[in-house]
């Protein structure tokens, strides 16, 4: 009953994610068939990728004939970022292999930013079945909204194009409140830093380079800090 | 392109994120990169909310410099300020995401209206 109970609280902190997910997904669906696609290579997309950033810029790769190769390889760099979110939240993850590296693959930047509210949590069967209900909701909302974007995305962008249009604001608001959770007065110079670091590298480069950007500023302004609190 | 370079293609972009997001998790748990990240000195554990700050910053003005319109700037202002007042005030994350929302999309519909 615990486990059940905990999966459903897992599914219920999903919302803000499928929230900001189902416009992002059916827009994916949509674009991907008005290319001319078939409408299972969308979903077959979503279904084996499930990273809205990579699965834009392949299909937009492939539609003007760059190759592939060069764009997956430069997916990578981008995804390296993956390799920092594991290695914080690592913790909290089960033992089990087979429990592991299915949660592992549902990673994405929206399901790694819930996952670390919980970091200082204990690793229990509770929270392990909390994270399965955060990463099935965020992956079967992804999927399906791509298989419904790309039958009928076109007609219900042009029926309620506002309602479309307020739901993009849907992860910005996820970010950011998530942000503003994890601030206390211990860290607000050093996010602070980052959060400018993150503006500047934004403004010349794109989301990857934002967010090293953020990460060196923010650790250069907390190790000054640290030495200068030390006697 | 032909069919099979398309399975191809989206295969190996499967493959490269897959890895990407499973690899910390096969390292053995005294591996020096692991060590090094989930350490507890104050300049790891800001990694995290770094990086969370990073995405809010990114995603938020993105749109913004995407945009020919100067007043994309004001839906974008109104959501987050009323993502940061009704989490103030409920701390609940969720709850906040949703009013967000609604308060963007009402500020978008009454900035219509007034272009029209």
Redesign the interface.
């Known amino acids: 009953m615990s486990i059940l109970h905990a999966s459903g609280r897992g599914l219920r902190a999903a919302i803000p994610i499928c929230l900001g997910y189902i416009p992002v997904a059916i827009t994916f669906g949509a674009v991907a068939t008005s290319f001319g696609y078939p409408l299972y290579v969308p979903i077959l997309f979503s279904a084996t990728i499930f990273a809205g950033g990579s699965q834009f810029i392949l299909l937009a790769a492939l539609q003007n004939g760059t190759p592939w190769l060069y764009v997956v390889a430069l997916c990578a760099l981008i995804d390296s970022r993956h390799v920092i979110y594991g290695s914080l939240i690592r913790r909290i993850f089960p033992e089990s292999l087979v429990a592991r590296v299915p949660l592992a693959m549902s990673l994405t930047d929206e399901v790694f930013a819930t996952a670390l509210t919980q970091r200082e949590a204990e690793p229990t069967r509770d929270l392990t079945a909390w994270l399965a209900g955060v990463a099935v909701a965020a992956y079967l909302c992804w999927v399906l909204s791509t298989a419904v974007g790309g039958a009928v995305g076109t007609v219900i962008q042009d029926a309620a194009p506002a309602v479309t249009k307020a739901m993009h604001f849907a992860l910005p608001a996820l970010f950011l409140a998530l942000s503003l959770d994890n601030l206390h007065r211990g860290n607000a110079w050093p996010l602070a830093a980052g959060a400018i670091g993150a503006l500047g590298a934004i403004m010349v480069s794109n989301i990857a380079v934002a967010l090293f950007a953020a990460i060196a500023a923010s650790v250069a302004v907390c190790s000054w800090q640290y030495r200068e609190s030390r006697p | 392109?032909n069919h099979s370079?398309?399975?191809v293609?989206?295969?190996?972009?499967?493959v490269?994120?897959?890895c990407?997001?499973?690899?910390?998790?096969?390292l053995p748990p005294k591996s020096r990169?692991?060590t090094l990240?989930?350490s507890d000195?104050?300049?790891t554990k800001?990694?995290?909310?770094?990086?969370?700050?990073?995405?809010?910053?990114?995603?938020?003005?993105?749109?913004i410099?995407d945009s020919t319109n100067w007043s994309t700037l004001i839906?974008?202002g109104v959501?987050?300020i009323i993502?940061?007042l009704i989490?103030?005030w409920s701390g609940n994350?969720?709850l906040?995401?949703?009013v967000?929302?609604?308060g963007?999309?009402l500020t978008?519909?009454c900035l219509?209206l007034v272009a029209a």
């Open positions: 392109m370079t398309l399975l293609a989206i295969a190996a972009m499967a490269v994120t897959a990407c997001r499973v690899i910390p998790f096969l990169l692991l990240l989930s000195h104050p300049t800001i990694i995290g909310p770094a990086l969370l700050v990073g995405l809010s910053v990114a995603t938020l003005t993105q749109p410099m839906p974008y959501g987050g993502t940061a989490l103030r994350v969720g906040a995401v949703v967000a929302i609604v963007f999309g978008e519909y219509s």
